[in-house]
């Protein structure tokens, strides 16, 4: 019997851990998103859930904790008396407040431990009493009284009691059940245990009429407790709690007018079938999962509440950044023309790399007087004179003293304009895309437009690399086509040919001891090159008309333009990761609600 306790209790933890690790996993979650701002209270309603489910494993081989809450005068110590079968053993009535701390009933000292380690030994007082048979099983808890003065003092005791309970026994004042204070009070409470773990009980019924009782209070209660609590409660119980004192010691002038009483089975009940020691063990797993899916619960809503506008928020950044980035291009695009001059040089090294033949040597010829002729030498020795005109923006700075010889302020001029183009764009939207997340509840620091775009230097650095690569891209695509296998034989033909005739009759002449005058050699010499000339004007032609700068340039854009969607600075940034991190656990928790109910589960609320 004690082994198969342990290890019901051992299943049963484990099971608990899988709830209590789906709360840690919403836990770290929220601790993800602190610019929204519920995810600061729900982060610690998790703790606190988390918390619960420890202090209801290290309870399991434990009794069962009963606890007592209503307002002043419904009869809270009187029941407590009753069920634990000793009059006075909490002090009611005309004593009142009776109740400052809580006060914990139990059959040995050691059962209280826990819940004064918790609550402290400043807000419980604990009472042994031998005599009470009940407490033999369980301990009982009454709760201070919550409509005095102090109520404000009380309350975290309440909560703190709440949190160590198994059972919750609501008791309502017959005579003015529909408190809506206490109720609404109570709410978020109820919420935390699982159906049956919450009791209502009506009591002092006898001051009341058996048939007004039955056939309107209780009903009209019933749809009151359900409005308020939001879940029906399996059983209302009425009463009259001071029927079952030892000494009820009835006012002669107010015995009870009737004998309708449902204490039996009230306390049938709680000492009956919650009491066998595996219920026990079971209605703390089942309170653990009504702890879980509270609290998922209070995630969804919040989540729900604010996902049409954060979603509707992080739409416009989109569009808003996709325009910011197309005009940054833009911006860039139109500074080209002081650059024009590095694409011309760059597409002249790719040239020469490609072309073999006598006009590739004139090419790589061309290539270096260019190179040279435009002051670039400087350049070459960082690499390829592109990176360096349209480096990020560190790099220039980087090399600024080191080319002194180029007018280099052009070049950061141009990533700074383009930035700008960016900021102003983002600008314009940004009021009415902050407005959106304040109301989806974050922060109102993301008004603030600086604290939410990237870096300025990584922003630039990013930008500048696009552009870079945009271009060496077109100018790739431009060098291929114009040393194609076709045109190189072409241009290199007349040439060849050329050569070929002249040494053809040189060496036939050679042979045949027949010497060839000078004039024949300058002649030829001329002749060729005039020939070499004249193709290599034509490559020129071809090259200006096919691969102009200004063309390259052009083609660079729109090619960067069709890729801005996949630029986006801002989805870098710890703002936009806080809203996807948001909606996501909004899917993910909208999910598991849907697994639960699809399992068959208890539904979420
Ligand atoms: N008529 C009647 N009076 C009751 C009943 N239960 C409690 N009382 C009285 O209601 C008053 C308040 O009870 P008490 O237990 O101190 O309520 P508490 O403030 O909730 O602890 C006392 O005078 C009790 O005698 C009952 O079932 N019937
Ligand atoms: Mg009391």
Redesign the pocket.
Known sequence: MAANRITATLKTSGAVETHRHAIQRLQTALAACPLWSPAVALHKQCAEAAHMIDKLVERFDRKLVVT?I?????????????LAGVDNL??????????RRAVVFCGEKGDADQLVAHLGTEAVSVITSQAAQALAQSILI?TP?MDSTEQQNHIPIIHKTLALSDILVC?F??ENPKRRDHVDFLAPYVRRFQGEAVICVI?????LDAVELKDVIVPEFSGFIRSAWQRPVEKIFC??????LQE????PG?P?RHDFDQYPELHEMIFGTFNRPGFIVDQRLQNAVALRDYIEAEVRTEIQRDRPTLTEALTQMTAAEKDGVGSALASLYRETPGQLLGVNVRLYQLLAQRWTGPVGWLIALWARVLVFGSGMAALLRFGNPLRQLWGAVSVVGRYRKAKSAVADSEEGKGLDQALRSYRLSLLKRWPEIAELLVRGRFAPEVRDIARVLPEPGDLAAELGARWNGALERSLETAAAKLSGFALQVLFNLPIVALLGHVGWITARNYFSGNYLPGDFFLHAFITVLIALLLAFFFFQVLTRATASPDRLARRAFQGLQQQAADFMPLGDTALTRQILSVLALSAESAKAGEDRRLEGGPPAR
């Open positions: 007592l209503g307002p002043t005068g419904s009869g809270k110590s009187t029941l407590l008396n009753a909490s002090a009611s009535g005309h004593q009142r407040p009776t109740t009454d009284d008791v004042n017959s009591n002092r019924c006898d001051r009463i009259s709690a001071r029927r079952h009820p010691d009835w006012d107010a009870p």
